[in-house]
């Protein structure tokens, strides 16, 4: 609603486009600050790189000392499944299995 406010007052297409690149740096800036989830870490078998993740999140929320954190992967399912879905399956088949 407030892109159409702007886009009202700038009249030259070539601003707006400006504008709105403008807006979206900051978004682009938080790709190097935010960090991987541990979860992800975990579907994707990399449990050193989760209880990295777990430790960095524990010294910003003050937690100063290095935490013994011990990680399951038996819990996380297992990817190496090789599931032939596709979208042409919904239109050849009556009934999806």
Known sequence: M??????SHL???????????LLGIPFVMCHWYLVESP??????????EAEDVLNHIAKGNGFSTKMDINLRTSSV???STVINDSILKLFTKKRLT
């Open 2 to 7: 407030s892109l159409s406010y702007v886009a």
């Open 11 to 21: 009249q030259n297409w070539r601003l707006l486009t400006a504008f709105v690149t």
């Open 39 to 48: 979860r992800w870490f975990l579907s994707k078998n990399r449990q050193s």
């Open 77 to 79: 399912k297992d990817n």
